[in-house]
């Protein structure tokens, strides 16, 4: 489990893993910033100039030394670092004794390049700037095209300059000498690719096709577009050139339209995942109980909040907020729906980002990742705060609604046929 206990006390070093250069300044700040936010790029801002005059390792700091120079809780730095290591530029260690250690090591941002051809990177700062800032952005970073028609190459060849030596007898070694390094996107996903493998057709040349890159794109993509692998074996076989290959652009481009064509134009966002499949209550029960996780599994936090907002579409803020609680906490979608509908229910209506983010971290570091773990841990939570008569922002009164799942003795409450098409009639709201 990922530790957050983190005092002021506790101490951290930091260590350059890459060449970070002035360029990758503008890159953090123009493409990266969209995403993840300002404080966050903040955060590593900070950490790079602890290294000082050192470009490789700094000296020892104490977390009051940011809490101090950013103005900013302990709760909020580490908030804010876990979006920097979900996106690849910091990667954190952790040693415990009577005063804690942290490594914080700093890595480079990708290219404009690489990111503007992300699969998922470019989408999210697509929907977070809008079309128009999205292309002016992108300007920026275009090579002028320059006419050399009528022009002759008369560039200089390495051999017509220099002639060979003779080879010594030391021996050159490479391996610790610095480097451009940058951080991959640890997608956690489910995604069997055994069976979408074994499910093509024996007439195709898979070792041919499923290269360690498109594997890793059709991971990106699959989380991206919420596609499972019956849905990407149709699109995979739609991808296959005469060559035997996949065009990784082509794969892209047929998963952004399958997508589009299912959700009227939309480009997608984490809020339109629902719970995977795996983490799923087997079906079976038909309780009361049963249905509202039912409900929270199947319904994607888009329609949650749309729904809770009367049909209307939810604001950006509430919007934004279920995105976190996915990205930045990872809790799944299902989990997700149930703190929403728990914060809505006994907090007058209110989504508060703080509350979310409290209970939020709890749930991560409890690990719940399943929709009766999350209404398991917040009955269980709630009446701990009743009890105690502790005044906190989700302490509610004798007048408080309280969400329908809190009541424990529908567990064993079939359901009558009324209340059956009462509850399918619900889902069909969501939908």
């Known amino acids: 489990m990922k530790n957050n206990n983190i005092l002021p006390a506790d101490t951290y070093v930091v260590i350059n893993k890459s060449i970070i250069d002035t360029e990758d300044r503008k890159i953090l700040t123009m493409l990266y910033q969209p995403v993840i936010g300002p404080i966050a790029i903040m955060l590593y801002f900070s950490l790079w100039s602890d290294l ?109 300059v220099f002639s060979s030596v003779p080879l010594t007898s030391y021996e050159i070694l490479n391996d610790d000498i610095r480097q451009k390094n940058v951080l991959k996107l640890n997608i956690d996903t489910n995604f069997d690719f055994d069976f979408l493998i074994s499910s093509l057709p024996n007439s195709i040349d898979k070792e041919r096709i499923f290269t360690k890159e498109i594997k890793e794109l059709i991971l990106e993509l699959s989380y991206l577009y919420d596609l499972d692998v019956i849905k990407m074996q149709d699109i995979i076989m739609s991808c296959i050139n005469e060559r035997n290959t996949i065009n990784k652009e082509d794969l892209r481009k047929t998963c952004r339209n399958y997508y589009q064509f299912d959700n009227h134009g939309l480009l997608p966002s984490v809020v339109y995942n629902s719970q995977p499949e795996y983490l799923k209550k087997p079906e079976g029960d038909t309780s009361k109980r049963a249905k509202m996780i039912y409900t929270f599994e199947t319904l994607r936090p888009y329609e949650l909040l749309k729904s809770k907002n009367q049909g209307r579409e939810p604001t950006n803020r509430d919007i934004k907020l279920a995105e976190d609680l996915i990205i930045n906490y990872g809790l799944k979608p299902g989990v997700a729906n149930v703190l929403i509908d728990y914060i809505l229910k006994t907090n007058d209506n209110k989504l508060t980002r703080s509350l979310a983010e409290t209970i939020a971290g709890q749930w991560q570091r409890l690990n719940i990742e399943t929709v009766e773990d999350a209404m398991r841990i917040a009955e269980k939570e709630h009446k701990k705060y009743k009890k105690n008569n502790i005044t906190t922002k989700i302490k509610t009164t004798s007048n408080t609604k309280l969400p329908e799942w809190f009541d424990k003795e529908i567990k064993k409450e079939e359901v009558s046929k009324d209340s059956l098409e009462e509850m399918q009639n619900l889902l069909k709201e969501y939908n």
Do not use: C, W
């Not at 009577?98 to 990708?110: A, E, K, M, R």
């Open 52 to 160: 000082d005059k050192s470009d490789i390792i700094s000296k020892e700091f104490t977390h009051h030394h940011l809490i101090t120079n950013m103005q900013l809780s302990l709760e909020e730095i580490v908030t804010e670092r876990r979006k920097l290591e979900a996106i690849g530029l910091l990667k954190t260690f952790y040693k415990e004794e009577n005063i804690n250690n942290y490594i914080y090591q700093l890595y480079s941002p990708i290219t404009a390049s690489e990111f503007f051809n992300h699969p998922i990177l470019n989408v999210v700062l697509y929907n977070n700037t809008g079309k128009k800032e999205y292309e002016e952005i992108k300007s920026y970073f275009k090579i002028p095209r320059i006419n050399t028609s009528g022009y002759r190459d008369i560039t200089s060849s390495f051999t017509e």
